[in-house]
């Protein structure tokens, strides 16, 4: 402090104690005077007695009376005057001092309030005061519109994830990926106010009305400068730079949601629109740049510039965000009064690939129309609500052609399909490079998912949403007789196994041959498709098309008579003529390459029956098992292990009649579902040939035994092994539960 501010100090000190005095010494020479007035008084009562005294008394209280009331006036007027005096002191040295302080600047934003801890809305900039994170005291923050968020479920684990990058990894760009409805945007925001004290500025803004670049980023500069910079450069560049210096000066957390509003729609994801390139320009300096501040994104679809980011720092980051846990989800649909088994509710969410939005549309219709009882809702056929539709609907429609035509093979499909296989679906010439960059563009989408080593499939909900949009479009070019999908497409795969191709009949075939015995009647229906067989004759683009083998598989489904049909010097790809009675039927010069006709097994070694579904089971020598529909003996499905080739000893169906086990040579227990007509692992725990396989009839116990002398007992639901029991009597070739189940 310099030294004429001491004096200044020093004479504000003395004054103090003037007033001290001032004040104080008044006072007690009232209380002194009042006390040598009492004693006067009673002097004076006592030598001129008690009349007279009072009188004199009287009048000399008026004297004083008057004297203390000038007396005080005086004192007041002194304290004024002091109290002026040495207000204008201070206020004169303060002024002086200012010329050498650094005020700090305080932000202008109008949309400042202090809410829960957090300076959020708008107040005046007199009322706001400097705070920064670093002290203790809330961020200053522009949620431009971001949503409230009044309840949030779950994410426990993906908090931890997003807040250890935020402020333990310091990652300067955070990208969350979901799909449409999976809660993206309620996730960030919750990750945005439990991280707000380690920042000093927030900046949010959505980008689902697509502003330019140049707009996000003046706005943004213009908060964090305080108000102080409203003019930047021409240069996309060197406003970003721009953009850069503010977020090296102070911590600061930038959030941009709905990234996917400035990519391409119809195109390979993570393109941008036309004049939006800029976005990508602004990852690439933040991402890579140095700062101490951090650019979290939520996105449908992953930007170009990621996969290049993350390969050259540890500082970026991307959370491909999934749904919801079973108890998450319950504690979300809480309102809704739901009721389900467990097996009920797993159903449920995994059909909606546990995501909040659709999870959340759907309980409002069980609720209103289904009384709360899922498994009423589950059990009709039609599960895609129209909001949930038009959810499914926006991603699909920014596919490019090449990815809604792989969406289409991967709906026939209806299995884990590799890319190879792909390859050899699509019928007209494709780039291996082409087909690849689809695939990873749909994952990009969120669209499809990959499992296992090259392996890629559809959720259940965009599976069903493919195929109802897919049937769609092939009632309409069976109507109009102008065919491309029917053309690109099959509508069945005749050697898959059996339980696909029963899947593809009930989800492709059934629907087109009801729609056309609804809108034309049989006898119209097979007019229209012998006309479509003569016009295929006449063209040779039938020989690059499924739809000659798509025609006949339509005519098998409808029951036609096909005797004297000509099919002659057709390429009939993916027919299935198994069941076909095809007398006097002219398939001269046609190529049936991929159909198939009659059914070839092995020895049988084992039979099973199960009442309840009226099905008949043989194990076979060849590795397979056959089932038949009693009492008409048609084919119902085949379970088959690819590269297993060795005897199936026994099988038993469980009491509830809805899983298959059997008992191999290679000492294996297999179990199959038979509604999903799936496989289900169980650990090999046999080290001989397994002669025979049972279920108990009161749980879900299956026990096997065979050449090594064990007995295992398995749990068939969790696919456990409980315990394992041995034998001293040799080989066991049969087991059995007693009728108790014990």
Avoid at 558 to 572: A, E, P, R, W
């Amino acid at each position: 402090m310099s030294s004429s501010t001491s004096q200044r100090q020093g004479q504000v000190n003395r004054r103090r104690r003037r007033r001290f005095w001032s004040f104080w010494f008044p006072i007690w020479l009232v209380v002194l005077s009042m006390l040598g007035l009492s004693i006067a008084s009673v002097f004076i009562i006592q030598v001129q007695g008690f009349k007279d005294g009072v009188a004199t008394l009287t009048l000399l209280s008026i004297v004083v009376g008057t004297v203390v009331g000038l007396l005080s006036l005086m004192i007041n007027i002194f304290q004024w005057q002091e109290t002026a005096a040495t207000n204008s002191m201070i206020d004169t040295g303060a002024a002086s001092e200012q010329l050498h302080t650094v005020q700090p600047q305080v932000p202008q934003s109008t949309s400042l309030v202090v809410h829960d801890g957090l300076v959020t809305g708008p107040l005046s900039p007199a009322a706001i005061l400097p705070l920064t994170a670093q002290d203790g005291n809330p961020p200053y923050i522009d949620w431009g519109g971001a949503p409230a968020v009044e309840h949030f479920y779950g994410r426990e684990h993906d908090l931890t994830t997003l807040k250890g990058w935020m402020q333990e990894e310091r990652c300067r760009l955070i990208v969350i990926q979901a799909m449409g409805g999976m809660g993206k945007t309620t996730l960030s925001k919750e990750l945005t106010q439990q991280v707000s004290a380690s920042f000093d500025f927030i900046f949010w803004r959505s980008l689902q009305n697509a502003p330019p670049i140049e707009h996000i980023l003046e706005t943004c500069v213009t908060f964090l400068s305080n108000q102080q910079t409203t003019l930047l450069p021409q240069d996309l560049d060197e406003k970003i730079l721009m953009l850069i210096s503010y977020l090296r000066k102070r911590r600061c957390l930038i959030v941009l949601d709905n990234f996917e509003s400035v990519l391409q729609g119809g195109d390979r994801a993570g393109l941008y629109r036309v004049g939006y390139e800029g976005y990508g320009r602004l990852l690439e300096l933040v991402g890579g740049g140095q700062h101490q501040s951090c650019l979290l994104l939520t996105t449908r679809e992953k930007p170009g510039e990621l996969a290049r980011l993350e390969g050259n720092t540890q500082s970026v980051r991307l959370l491909d965000l999934k749904g919801l846990e079973l108890e998450e989800v319950q504690g979300m649909l809480r309102s809704f009064d739901l009721t389900g088994s467990d097996n009920t509710w797993t159903r449920f969410i995994n059909f909606y690939s546990k995501n909040p939005l659709a999870l959340r549309l759907a309980s409002q219709l069980v609720q209103d129309v289904y009384q709360g009882d899922i498994a009423t809702f589950l059990n009709q056929d039609a599960l895609l609500v129209g909001d949930v539709w038009q959810l499914i609907e926006q991603q699909f429609e920014r596919a490019a052609p090449l990815e809604q035509e792989m969406l289409y093979w991967l709906a026939v499909e209806r299995e884990k399909t590799s890319a190879e296989v792909l390859e050899a679906d699509i019928v007209h010439n494709v780039l291996k490079r082409e087909l690849l960059d689809s695939l990873i563009s749909l994952r990009r989408r969120s669209l499809v998912e990959r499992e296992g080593t090259g392996l890629f499939l559809l959720q259940p909900v965009i599976q069903e949403y493919v195929t109802s949009r897919l049937v769609t479009r092939l009632r309409q070019e069976l109507s109009s007789e102008n065919l491309e999908v029917l053309q690109s497409h099959a509508l069945l795969k005749a050697q898959a196994s059996d339980y696909v191709r029963a899947s593809q009949v009930r989800f492709l075939l059934e629907p087109l041959v009801s729609y056309l015995r609804a809108t034309l009647g049989q006898e119209e229906s097979e007019q229209k498709l012998k006309r479509i067989i003569v016009a295929l004759q006449h063209t040779a683009a039938h020989r690059l098309s499924y739809a000659a083998g798509n025609i006949l598989n339509l005519l098998i489904a409808l029951g036609t008579d096909l005797k004297g049909y000509d099919f002659s010097h057709l390429v009939i790809k993916q027919a299935y003529l198994q069941d076909a009675w095809l007398a006097d039927v002219n398939f001269a010069h046609a190529n049936l390459e991929t159909s198939t006709f009659l059914e070839t097994f092995g020895n049988i070694l084992a039979l099973a029956t199960n009442p309840g579904r009226q099905l008949l089971a043989a194990g076979t020598a060849n590795g397979k098992i056959e089932l038949w529909r009693m009492p008409d003996h048609t084919p119902f499905q085949t379970f088959d292990v690819p590269g297993l080739e060795e005897w199936v000893r026994s099988i038993a169906f469980n009491p509830q009649g809805d899983l298959l086990a059997s008992g191999n040579d290679d000492a294996s227990v297999r179990l199959w579902n038979l509604d999903s007509g799936r496989e289900l692992t169980l650990p090999i725990k046999h080290t001989g040939r397994v002669y025979t396989v049972a279920f108990s009839s009161r749980d879900d116990l299956l026990a096997s035994a065979g050449d090594d002398r064990t007995i295992q007992i398995w749990s068939a639901r969790s696919q456990q092994h409980l315990r394992s029991l041995e034998s001293e009597q040799g080989r066991i070739r049969s087991i059995a539960f007693s009728p108790q189940g014990d």
